[in-house]
């Protein structure tokens, strides 16, 4: 897969405290909002610390498709590709689960294509295809 690491996923109980915590530890807070979408509303922040970003939430929005939900902590990695559909179909044909299929979201951070999959071994992870970038 010809792909970068974009961001890594934690699951927190308290984003706007956690958020805190890493700004005190030096990181930069480029997003914190709640965001709106069919399946309810999400409250996130996107954080640039040690070389990454953290992206962090309280709720994945894969938890209801695996057996146990996922506990706090780190949750997921976000490679970002040139094509979410092509990557899918070389993931698909090497035995990738696919938790979400491609989805368009649209918020503060500008607008992605990203579907969540797990590996065979199953790691937990985001395809996503940059459309606009607003960070």
Request: charged share 20%; glycine share 6%; aromatic share 8%.
């Amino acid at each position: 897969m010809d792909a970068r690491l974009w961001n890594i996923g934690v699951k927190v109980q308290d984003v706007k405290a956690e958020a805190e915590y890493f700004v005190a530890l030096g990181a930069v807070l480029r997003i914190h909002e709640t965001l709106a979408t069919p399946d309810g509303t999400f409250e996130y922040a996107l954080l640039d610390f040690a070389g990454t970003r953290l992206f962090l939430t309280p709720v994945t929005v894969f938890d209801d498709r695996l057996a146990v939900p996922s506990p706090l902590g780190l949750t997921h990695a976000v490679f970002e590709v040139a094509d979410v559909d092509a990557e899918l179909e070389r993931l698909v044909a090497l035995g990738t689960e696919i938790l979400i299929p491609p989805i368009e979201v649209s918020a503060a951070l500008g607008t992605r294509r990203l579907a969540f999959c797990r590996s065979p071994g199953g790691l937990v992870f985001e395809v996503l295809q940059i459309r606009e970038s607003l960070v």
